[in-house]
């Protein structure tokens, strides 16, 4: 989307809801793609949950929780894509909160699992869920966001088959990637269904993906037990949280 229309959109929404600040965290940019949800700095909100999954949750205290919620919330407020943050719980476990890939939840193809997605990736407009192979009719310069002036993440050559993974009908963009990853959004005008069919949607109100990301937990007890787990954090309204109907990945 580019930066007069992303405005515009962010204009829209901000008299809806009523305030301003949701319009300062839509025209925000990182990595040269758009969120609804810009990235913030400073102490951010503590993240509940992430303690869920370890081999020893059920010995995991009430401080370290709190020291794991509060690592993991600074570590999304900040700018930098990729970081680490010690935390003590003061009871003498200790461990490391890491943050890892962009992930996006929601689309219909992955079934509800997290797939891997490039940094700044848009997730500002509903989609409409979409299943099906697809193939470049000639190269195309695969995108960011559903938009011709949106950053080029790669070119996709002439040939290539990729799965669908939404649509954005008043653009004609889908949102395509391989079984494992989301490559960005290529026009529907480039593509054909690869069986020479119609394009096959999955059903459902359009919806706008998940934007998640992954974090990467470990804890050292006093004890001396240790444990090192994987959980997903997702951005909502209110900020960051484990997404209540996956918990961990």
Known sequence: MSKHNRIRLCARLAAVAGFCAILTACVAEKGGG?????????AGKPIYGLE??????????????????????????SSQPEAARNWNGGDG????????????????????????????????????????NYTAIKNINVRLGPSATAMVNQILNAGTTVRAYGYEKTGNWYLIGDPDSILGYASGDLLKPAGGGEPMLAGGAPKRPRLCR??????TMATSRTDSWTSVVCRTDTGWEVPAERGLS
């Open 34 to 42: 758009t969120s609804i949800f810009g990235p913030s700095g400073g």
């Open 52 to 77: 869920r999954g370890s081999r020893v949750e059920p010995l995991i205290s009430g401080n370290d929780r709190e020291a794991i919620a509060n690592a993991a919330g600074d570590l999304l407020a």
């Open 93 to 132: 476990d200790s461990g490391q909160v890491r943050l890892g890939g962009t992930v996006l939840l929601g689309l219909d193809a992955t079934s509800g699992a997290p797939i891997a997605a490039p940094p700044g990736i848009d997730t500002s407009l509903a989609l409409a869920p979409a299943s099906g």
């Open 214 to 219: 992954n974090v990467e937990l470990s804890i």
